[in-house]
């Protein structure tokens, strides 16, 4: 009769290990995400069709960006890597103390998220003008972007209250519903597009009304997910909690830290308005497509690695989150390489099968895809950051990666002005890019300190793998055009053209990665 300490070893060994368990939640997140994402593109074909690439695009989106800017610096990104090493460790103590602590938090958040709304509508020339310098010498586009701007304000306070509800559930291990959440905001846009646009003689006005509902519906769908983890959120005044200093010390440096792609892509939008009407909407669409894989792969691996570390790290294990760091670097790197080849080559036929109807021409669609290579440069950089800057905040490190923004958004301002002399709004682009890859060795310097090379033999092989495997599919692709002419007029084949290559494009990178000896990293992303 197997001992019970036998049986605790059988289980042990048969239990995930804490690197499957985060690849499992990266991969819940990322599908989750690509439902998002196939539902933002359709939006912005809708958006693309209504609005085109002229005045009211680039009204619409320089009043779109106000609030989203602040979102992604204040909310999203900001608030989940300052609360999930606290709550992790508080959960430790117990969960009465964390809920506690949550319910605090919320209180103060209300509070400051309502009092920023409402000083943002009422000071909202000078942030618009503060956005967009170039828009002020137009009396049309600024009139238009000032009132959608005050129109789509409010969305802000939403979307905070719903990203502290993302955070709490990262926590607890629950991807799903934040990464499906923002798939309801596409929602909304789309209806709004479809159904309230043609009754306004300003579709702009319909559009902005759709992001507000969007707003709610994002919120009020986390209450039931919070209740089966066991918290539901109760007004708190007991602000003198060591956890909200603590909270409070870790959001103030990574305010810029965690923004800084944003910063980055939010100056090359300022200085888009100080060239020729289109080139906000074209950083806009291209930023657009380039997220996706963003998403899929930096944001999704980012989002499941902060928790698995943080934990690791409350229970003083740091060989395992160094373990993990350095399997969530090789798999980030392996899977966006590809995606890196595919929208550099395939930018053309992305852009103009997704957005060439309407009253988007063909001549936006070359602008735009132009600007799309150029953020695809930058790409990898723009998920590693995502996931190194994790790992800080995994620790509660988050003035290094504050300092390395800083110094990314000054060599991006620099770049892009001297860049967008040459090549306009292509050199802005590219400015973001390379800034990017700044910030990115900056971050591997640093952990470097911290845990020692985040890059062993075992992963430094599979970044090389992908990387032969990359070149490859880009061969591929390259055959392609030559046998089969990208069709130019035909939607249809357009479509099954550019499913043709990504598709193709897939088959032969994972097939060159199973020759050069990646069997086993194939066999787990089919499980995934």
């Given at each position: 009769?197997?001992?019970?300490?036998?049986?605790?070893?059988?289980?042990?060994?048969?239990?995930?290990?804490?690197?499957?368990?985060?690849?499992?939640?990266?991969?819940?997140?990322?599908?989750?995400t690509m439902i998002s994402r196939i539902l933002g593109f359709v939006r912005d074909i809708f958006l693309a069709r209504v609005l085109g690439a002229g005045v009211l695009a680039d009204a619409f989106f320089?009043?779109?960006?106000?609030?989203?800017?602040?979102?992604?610096?204040?909310?999203?990104?900001?608030?989940?890597?300052?609360?999930?090493?606290?709550?992790?460790?508080?959960?430790?103590?117990?969960?009465?103390?964390?809920?506690?602590?949550?319910?605090?938090?919320?209180?103060?958040?209300?509070?400051?998220?309502?009092?920023?709304?409402?000083?943002?509508?009422?000071?909202?020339?000078?942030?618009?003008?503060?956005?967009?310098?170039?828009?002020?010498?137009?009396?049309?586009?600024?009139?238009?972007?000032?009132?959608?701007?005050?129109?789509?304000?409010?969305?802000?306070?939403?979307?905070?209250?719903?990203?502290?509800?993302?955070?709490?559930?990262?926590?607890?291990?629950?991807?799903?519903?934040?990464?499906?959440?923002?798939?309801?905001?596409?929602?909304?846009?789309?209806?709004?597009?479809?159904?309230?646009?043609?009754?306004?003689?300003?579709?702009?006005?319909?559009?902005?009304?759709?992001?507000?509902?969007?707003?709610?519906?994002?919120?009020?769908?986390?209450?039931?997910?919070?209740?089966?983890?066991?918290?539901?959120?109760?007004?708190?005044?007991?602000?003198?909690?060591?956890?909200?200093?603590?909270?409070?010390?870790?959001?103030?440096?990574a305010l810029l830290a965690i923004a800084a792609v944003q910063i980055n892509i939010l100056v090359g939008t300022i200085l888009a308005t100080l060239l020729d009407t289109g080139a906000v909407s074209y950083?806009?669409?291209?930023?657009?497509?380039?997220?996706?894989?963003?998403?899929?792969?930096?944001?999704?691996?980012?989002?499941?690695?902060?928790?698995?570390?943080?934990?690791?790290?409350?229970?003083?294990?740091?060989?395992?989150?160094?373990?993990?760091?350095?399997?969530?670097?090789?798999?980030?790197?392996?899977?966006?390489?590809?995606?890196?080849?595919?929208?550099?080559?395939?930018?053309?036929?992305?852009?103009?099968?997704?957005?060439?109807?309407?009253?988007?021409?063909?001549?936006?669609?070359?602008?735009?895809?132009?600007?799309?290579?150029?953020?695809?440069?930058?790409?990898l950089a723009f998920c590693w950051v995502r996931l190194l800057a994790s790992a800080c905040y995994a620790g509660k490190d988050a003035k290094a990666p504050m300092q390395y923004a800083a110094l990314s958004?000054?060599?991006?301002?620099?770049?892009?002005?001297?860049?967008?002399?040459?090549?306009?709004?292509?050199?802005?682009?590219?400015?973001?890019?390379?800034?990017?890859?700044?910030?990115?060795?900056?971050?591997?310097?640093?952990?470097?300190?911290?845990?020692?090379?985040?890059?062993?033999?075992?992963?430094?092989?599979?970044?090389?793998?992908?990387?032969?495997?990359?070149?490859?599919?880009?061969?591929?692709?390259?055959?392609?055009?030559?046998?089969?002419?990208?069709?130019?007029?035909?939607?249809?084949?357009?479509?099954?053209?550019?499913?043709?290559?990504?598709?193709?494009?897939?088959?032969?990178?994972?097939?060159?990665?199973?020759?050069?000896?990646?069997?086993?990293?194939?066999?787990?992303?089919?499980?995934?």
């Amino acid at each position: 009769m197997a001992s019970k300490q036998d049986k605790s070893n059988q289980r042990l060994k048969s239990a995930p290990s804490s690197s499957s368990v985060m690849l499992r939640a990266a991969s819940k997140v990322g599908g989750w995400t690509m439902i998002s994402r196939i539902l933002g593109f359709v939006r912005d074909i809708f958006l693309a069709r209504v609005l085109g690439a002229g005045v009211l695009a680039d009204a619409f989106f320089v009043a779109f960006k106000l609030p989203n800017f602040f979102r992604r610096m204040f909310a999203e990104g900001t608030l989940t890597v300052a609360l999930v090493p606290v709550l992790s460790e508080l959960r430790q103590q117990g969960e009465p103390e964390a809920h506690s602590f949550l319910d605090a938090l919320a209180t103060l958040l209300l509070l400051a998220v309502l009092l920023f709304t409402l000083l943002g509508m009422l000071f909202m020339p000078w942030l618009l003008y503060l956005f967009a310098p170039g828009f002020a010498d137009e009396p049309e586009r600024w009139q238009m972007a000032l009132e959608l701007a005050r129109w789509m304000f409010p969305y802000l306070a939403m979307i905070s209250l719903t990203a502290m509800g993302w955070a709490v559930l990262n926590t607890y291990k629950n991807f799903a519903v934040p990464a499906a959440t923002p798939a309801l905001l596409n929602v909304a846009i789309i209806f709004a597009a479809v159904v309230l646009a043609p009754l306004f003689d300003n579709p702009t006005i319909a559009l902005a009304i759709g992001i507000l509902i969007g707003g709610a519906l994002q919120l009020l769908i986390q209450f039931p997910a919070l209740k089966r983890i066991g918290w539901v959120p109760r007004i708190s005044f007991d602000f003198k909690q060591a956890a909200i200093g603590e909270t409070l010390r870790l959001f103030a440096p990574a305010l810029l830290a965690i923004a800084a792609v944003q910063i980055n892509i939010l100056v090359g939008t300022i200085l888009a308005t100080l060239l020729d009407t289109g080139a906000v909407s074209y950083l806009y669409y291209a930023d657009r497509i380039v997220q996706l894989p963003l998403a899929l792969f930096g944001i999704a691996m980012s989002t499941a690695l902060l928790p698995t570390l943080a934990g690791h790290l409350a229970r003083g294990d740091q060989g395992a989150a160094l373990d993990d760091l350095r399997a969530g670097l090789a798999w980030l790197t392996w899977l966006t390489l590809p995606a890196v080849v595919g929208a550099f080559y395939l930018a053309e036929p992305i852009v103009v099968t997704l957005f060439e109807r309407g009253a988007f021409t063909h001549a936006d669609s070359m602008a735009t895809a132009q600007t799309l290579q150029a953020y695809a440069v930058g790409l990898l950089a723009f998920c590693w950051v995502r996931l190194l800057a994790s790992a800080c905040y995994a620790g509660k490190d988050a003035k290094a990666p504050m300092q390395y923004a800083a110094l990314s958004v000054a060599v991006n301002i620099i770049l892009a002005l001297v860049l967008m002399q040459y090549w306009a709004y292509v050199g802005l682009a590219l400015a973001t890019s390379l800034a990017a890859f700044v910030n990115a060795l900056l971050l591997i310097l640093r952990l470097r300190k911290t845990y020692g090379s985040i890059v062993d033999a075992k992963s430094a092989r599979r970044m090389l793998t992908a990387m032969l495997a990359s070149l490859l599919m880009y061969g591929a692709l390259l055959g392609l055009s030559e046998l089969w002419l990208f069709p130019q007029h035909d939607w249809l084949m357009q479509a099954l053209w550019l499913t043709a290559a990504v598709a193709g494009g897939a088959v032969v990178f994972l097939l060159s990665a199973l020759i050069l000896g990646e069997k086993a990293l194939l066999q787990g992303l089919r499980k995934r």
